[in-house]
């Protein structure tokens, strides 16, 4: 077995210093790790939001346009007729038979 010998204290000071410098960084070291992790959590986070805000925007304009297509896909003719009919029942003959109905229900109760 070598003869132990001795080590300049010089040299036994300086890894004493280096390793008391590492432990005392680390806390350091790990807040920083956390804040750089929590940083780039809040990066994706906000990627994210931007993406789903893109896709809700196109959903919108693609329902904008369906109601726009069924819009101009009706046909005008029957649009035309149908309001020719409304146009022809008579309102005067509507509020007539009413008022004929209200009446016959205004006598039967006496």
């Known amino acids: 077995m070598p003869d132990p010998t001795t080590v300049n204290p010089m040299i ?7 390793n008391v410098k590492v432990v ?3 806390p350091a ?7 750089q992790s929590m940083a780039h959590s809040t990066g994706i986070l906000f990627e994210n939001a931007v993406a789903a805000q893109q896709q809700q925007n196109t959903l919108a304009q693609a329902a ?10 009706v046909d005008t003719m029957a649009g035309a007729g149908a309001t020719e009919k409304v146009g022809q029942t008579g309102v005067a003959d509507n509020l007539t038979g009413l008022l004929t109905v209200l009446n016959a229900f205004n006598s039967g109760g006496r």
């Open 64 to 73: 904008a346009n369906q109601g726009v297509m069924q819009i101009y896909s």
């Open 29 to 35: 070291m790990a807040l920083s790790t956390i804040y």
């Open 24 to 26: 005392g960084e680390s």
């Open 12 to 18: 036994t000071d300086a890894v004493t210093q280096s």
